[in-house]
């Protein structure tokens, strides 16, 4: 296998750690590079159900180096958690590595998430209140703490002299909220690193080093549509999980990366506000509900669910430089007499019609679907492992996707086992 990055090609949860849990067999590396605990990554490996958010779902296979990289932010209490989890079902995590360049998440994060939330009237974003925002303002803001900086006194409180005047400042006059003392945030980051230090690796670059000639592969959180640049901003994350976010939050360098595989289901979900132009808010989008089991991992919230989008998809194909896609939740149609693709939005106020995706958010409550109907295929493709097999009429559906995405299906995937996909 070649360098790969998995990235969501929608607005997340799009089947991306089965698809990374499947290529992690032939990995050396298996490295997450941005978002937190705001993802919820499921895996299932023999009827067996795994739950990750910010651990590297890689970490099932013994013998692979995990790593959460510089791009990510880490809260310790979600972290801990999540690792008491996974010991507790006895997975060995004696691989997991955690980059001393990461953001940390403090309580005041999540502090700032909630309140920003409950104040926005109707900028609400819907975030998964795990203080990703608040952490990522502090990095680009320069006032961040990192993973490194838990292990220096003379650092830690060299910077919390620079931090703590503002962030109090800010937390007392725009939120409202009780101020920290550096007595406080400084026993919690004892804490903090006593959690971390069996990870945390030191010797980071030698890391990077050691593992250039290895295969790596860069597991994504979110979507394309949930990048801060790119997506439905500002309904969006605080991160980048394009595929060019692997080189940045990764350390390893963009000449590092091959392939760069889209996960995509064969609809459309989204959790949280924001713009959703193919969004059915009637039985069949029930019916999606219903049989794609479209309940968040992270915070249960039930997902919005629409007919597959071109129009994005093939926005997602060109900025998260996609080289093949990963087509997720085929099965879900089985049952479905009529499956519909939008191909194009149409302008409600003038006709317009955009093939090419929008870019102001703002001006997408106009639009509205042109869609195509392709014929069902009526039969249960769960247990079907080629693709000859599947029936003509998925066939077709999938190759009419091809054809308007520009981008090769390399991977369908018919059912949530790892065992239930078909390469093609
Ligand atoms: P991620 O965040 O992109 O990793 O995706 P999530 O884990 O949040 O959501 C995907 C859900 O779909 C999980 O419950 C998976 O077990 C499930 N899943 C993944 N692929 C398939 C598939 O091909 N068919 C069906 N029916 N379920 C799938
Ligand atoms: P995975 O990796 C789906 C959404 C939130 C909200 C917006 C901003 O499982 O695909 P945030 O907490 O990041 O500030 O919220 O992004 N969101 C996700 N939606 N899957 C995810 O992760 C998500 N992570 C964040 O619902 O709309
Ligand atoms: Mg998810």
Redesign the pocket.
Known sequence: MKNTVVV?AQW???????ITDLLAQNADVIIRYQGGCN????V?VDNKTFKFHLIPSGILYKNKICIIGPGTVIHPESFEKELNGLIDEGIDISNLKISPLASITMPYHIEIDGYSESNAGKGKIGTTKKGIGPTYTDKYARIGLKIQDLYSAETLSEKLDIILPLKNKQLEKVYGLEPYTKECITALCEKYAELFKPYVCFEWQDLLREHKKDTILFEGAQGVMLDVDYGTYPFVTSSNPIGGGAATGSGFGPRMIDEVIG?SKAYVTRVGEGPFVTELNDETGDKIREI??EFG?TTGRPRRCGWFDAVIMKYAVLVGGLTSIAL?????FDSFDEIKVCTAYKDKRNGQIYTSYPTDVFIHKYLEPVYETHAGWGVDITKIKEYDKLPENAKKYLERLEELLECPISII????DRE?TIIK
């Open positions: 969501g997340g949860d799009e089947g991306k750690a089965k993802a919820g990554h499921t299932v996960v794609g089991h991992v997720t939740k085929i099965d879900v995937s018919v059912g949530p239930q």
